[in-house]
């Protein structure tokens, strides 16, 4: 099973970028599509952004769409979410997940989809 590792969290004012990275654990790595999800203090996780295992394809939460990108180097076994205009409510713990087998429409969304997941890493913004 890959195993992931994400990194790149930290401390931004409201307006300002951040770029998280996901490191995976094996060579297969560009069988398995990848996620990006994100839980805030309080809340349920919810679904940011994926992408598929060729990299043709990119997905988005309504709320990100237009200030995150995901991206993918499947040589270097990594996945980005690169972050812009960063609000106050984009504060969370952000955790990358690997799907071996994503299967339905709306497989991104889908949590119990996905095969292995990281530690996650916090991103907290200011205001």
């Known amino acids: 099973q890959v195993q992931l590792v994400e990194s790149g969290g930290g401390l931004v004012q409201a307006g300002g970028s951040l770029r998280l990275s996901c490191a995976a654990s094996?060579?297969?790595?560009?069988?398995?599509?990848m996620g990006w999800f994100r839980q805030a203090p309080g809340k349920e996780r919810e679904f940011v952004a994926a992408?598929?295992?060729?990299?043709?394809?990119?997905y988005y939460a309504d709320s990100v769409k237009g200030r995150f990108t995901i991206s993918r180097d499947n040589a270097k076994n990594g996945v980005y979410l690169q972050m812009n205009s960063l609000k106050p409510e984009d504060t969370a713990v952000y955790y990358c997940?690997?799907?071996?087998?994503?299967?339905?429409?709306?497989?991104?969304?889908?949590?119990?989809?996905?095969?292995?997941w990281g530690q996650g890493t916090q991103v907290t913004v200011s205001s």
């Open positions: 997940a690997a799907d071996r087998r994503p299967f339905g429409d709306t497989w991104y969304r889908n949590q119990v989809g996905y095969d292995a």
């Open positions: 094996r060579r297969t790595f560009n069988s398995y599509a």
């Open positions: 992408i598929t295992s060729s990299g043709r394809s990119t």
